[in-house]
C-alpha cells in the first residue's frame, strides 16, 4: 500500500514558479511509476507529467512542455514537479500518483494510489 502527500502549492503571479512535493511511504516506492495530475473547476482530471520507477523515462503534457520538470528521489520517497513560467491556466488542484506499473503511463486509469491534492493558483 502507497500513502501520498503532496505539499509546495500556493499562490504565485504569472511567470513565476512553485516546487512541489509528494512525500510516499509503502514499501514499494521505488518500484511504481508516479505522474502530477491536474483538475480544474468544472474539468476532468488531466496527466501533466510521469516518471518511471528508475527516473529513466519521462511523460509531459505538451501544454506543460518546455516549463515542469518532473523528477523523483527514491532515497527520499519522494517525487518532485518544478513549474517555472506558470500561466493563469495552470491553476489547478495539482495530484501526486502511484501506478503499479514500472513503466511512466500518462494514464488515470492506471494509476492505483492518489494524494488528496495541493492548490496551485497562478494570478495574472
Known amino acids: 500500500q502507497v500513502q501520498l502527500v503532496e505539499s509546495g502549492g500556493g499562490l504565485v503571479q504569472a511567470g513565476g514558479s512553485l516546487r512541489l512535493s509528494c512525500a510516499a511511504s509503502g514499501p514499494t516506492f521505488g518500484s511504481n511509476s508516479m505522474g502530477w495530475f491536474r483538475q480544474a473547476p468544472g474539468k476532468g482530471r488531466e496527466i501533466v507529467a510521469a516518471?518511471?520507477?528508475?527516473?529513466?523515462?519521462?511523460y509531459y503534457a505538451d501544454s506543460v512542455k518546455g516549463r515542469f520538470t518532473i523528477s523523483r528521489d527514491n532515497a527520499k520517497n519522494t517525487v518532485y514537479l518544478q513549474m517555472n513560467s506558470l500561466k493563469p491556466e495552470d491553476t489547478a488542484l495539482y495530484y501526486c500518483a502511484a501506478t503499479s506499473y514500472t513503466r511512466v503511463s500518462f494514464l488515470v486509469g492506471e494509476y492505483g494510489y492518489w494524494g488528496q491534492g495541493t492548490q496551485v493558483t497562478v494570478s495574472s
Open positions: 516518471i518511471s520507477w528508475g527516473g529513466g523515462s519521462t
